[in-house]
């Protein structure tokens, strides 16, 4: 871990602010059980239903959306909540509020003896209400589901046998659905049936959600759509099981995490680490030089946006940054041109020549390839990708060339660039397009192996990146802006999300790098160096709690785990092995004879860890709430308080991340 000196005098900070940057709670829900089945229940919408342990939903819910695909909190009221020996039932009444449109909805749940269960949900819009999408969601998990059998029914009574899809399906997979059958373990299986309109599913590895979506209202209706005043919309889910159910049976108690290492993996490196340059943060990250320099990226993507106004100026101090920081430059270039691409190609290349910025790489995307279209929607016209590259080629002749998107890996699943015209293929992702609780977040991190292999079926073996990526995102490919984040709370497409400055942002941080580290990607690019996706604070439009306070040289959590990570590119992986990644994530490679093993607990949860390895004692630091005024306030001395760590009993505190050396040659 590097970093820097910083405020020599942390003000007092909240155990909440320490770990997600927000008073806002985020806690778990209530247990329900009804004979085989356990769910939870949270805020309304049920989650992780399981029969014998065996998740068959990952989860049901009654959702509301705003125009620009932002999710409602509803305010829930007259909450009632009966448990019975073998049975449960859940009502209640919600509010949703705008502005001047609101909208109220009444929802009932019964779970029953046999493991079966009903969701029914009635939406009046009290105003005229405008939504891209308000009914029933369910989600099923990846584990035992990907690439499975299933079976389904149409809404027209035709009975299809198909499986899940194994690579992300870019489209819908299936279509005017009425019922999906899967088989939850070997001699039962699992009936979910949707009544009240037409319901089509998409695969929601596209945006890194961890599950297939099954939802309301076809997309190739128009939206946003009005709801009328006063129309009641009336939709239900109900799930049965078929077979011999298991009985219920209480549940294991979780042990510690077991990390196993292996051997060292030649053929498997660390990719290199960077960060975005977005051009609004140029003066802040160049105040912050000293900080940056230490954090030793091995790449900074530089943003060029012609119609943000951005020249020579901008160019000539990603040359600093780039120069005094030591990293590559990737210029990110929006191209505005239709037709004369190539003469505004041209003069960006000249104007880079001028500002004398050596580049490393260009990456190219136009300016209509910027936002989301839905299957069967008219693109905005964009330059055909073959002219625009050769294009770019002749421009930056002695560069490597990337296309791709700079939005999410839904759009460059669903727009294949010609591959065989490119160095390297890009995309971002952001973990919060479509749920924003904290382990919905984590649970991101399941679906991006899956975005690389599927990447892979048509790219082939040329350059892969990822990034810049961040928990907030860094557009809005689905609207017209990101959602608002006046009050600092957990909220899908915002650009400034709390957990960025917390622990969890540095557990987030390091599950992201270990999902991805063995899937040969070349590059893994995070938002910014400074700002709302970056690592080191700066002050901005929102009262930031804690941090505002420090001054100058304030850094996240999240600084020491990019710092650590920059240094290790090229580095053989180690195998490394978690019992249980939904808890702890663990990464390790090669340095100067030694294994560097990363841990992160991914929870809000205290867990033990025991790692198995062969060598001297380990040591190493830990960054959890013990070590967060001075990881923030004085980077520098807390990367030297390097301590031994009994490794067979590792006690890591909720979202801690621990760096440990293993002197094993």
Known sequence: ??????????????RAVKLCGTEQPDGAGRLLSAGPLTVELDNGNLRYLRVAGVEVLRGLAFLVRDENWGTYVPTLRDLVVEQRKDSFSVRYRADCKRGSQSLSYEARIEGRSDGSLEFTGAATPRTDFLTARTGFVVLHPLKGVAGHALEVEHVDGRVLTSTFPALVDPVQPFLD??????????GLKAVVRMEGDTFEMEDHRNWTDASFKTYVRPL???????????????QSVSMTLVGAAPKAGKAAAGGAVEITLGKEQQRHRMPAIGLGMPAQEIDAALAS??????????????????????????LKAYRRLCEETGAA????????????????????????????????????????????????????????????????????????LGGGMFSFFTELNRKRPPAEWLDFTHNGTCPIVHAADDRSVMETLEALPFQVQTARSFIGDSGYRIGP?????????HGKTFTPNPANERLCLVNSDPRQRGLFGAA???????????????TVCFGAPTGPLGIIHRAGESTVPYFDALGPGAVYPAYHVVAGLTRAAGAALVEARSSDDARVRCLAYRAKGATLLWLANMTAKDQLVSVSHHGEEPFGIVLDEASFDEATTQPASFESEVKPIDTRKLALSAYAVALVCINDR
């Open 289 to 314: 030089m000293d900080l940056l320099k230490r954090a030793a990226p091995r790449l900074l993507i530089c943003q060029f946006d012609r119609r943000a106004g951005h020249g020579f100026k901008q």
């Open 177 to 186: 659905l009425r019922a999906l059958t899967h088989e939850v373990m070997p």
């Open 1 to 14: 871990m590097k970093s820097g000196s910083g405020p020599s005098r942390a003000p007092r900070v909240s």
């Open 469 to 477: 990526s961040a928990i907030g995102c860094r557009d809005n490919p």
């Open 220 to 234: 190739a209706r128009p939206w946003p759509y009005t709801l009328k005043a006063g129309e009641v919309v009336r």
């Open 508 to 522: 987030w941080t390091l599950g992201y790098v270990a999902s991805l580290a063995a899937t040969g990607v070349e």
């Open 329 to 400: 430059c990737e210029l990110e270039i929006v191209v505005e041109s239709l037709y004369a691409f190539d003469v505004e190609l041209a003069n960006v290349a000249t104007w880079v020549r001028d500002a004398g910025l050596k580049l490393s790489a260009v990456a190219i995307c136009p300016v209509g390839d910027l936002k989301s279209v839905l299957p069967g929607g008219v693109r905005p016209p964009a330059p055909p990708l073959g002219d625009l590259y050769r294009a770019a080629r002749k421009a930056f002749p002695d560069v490597r």
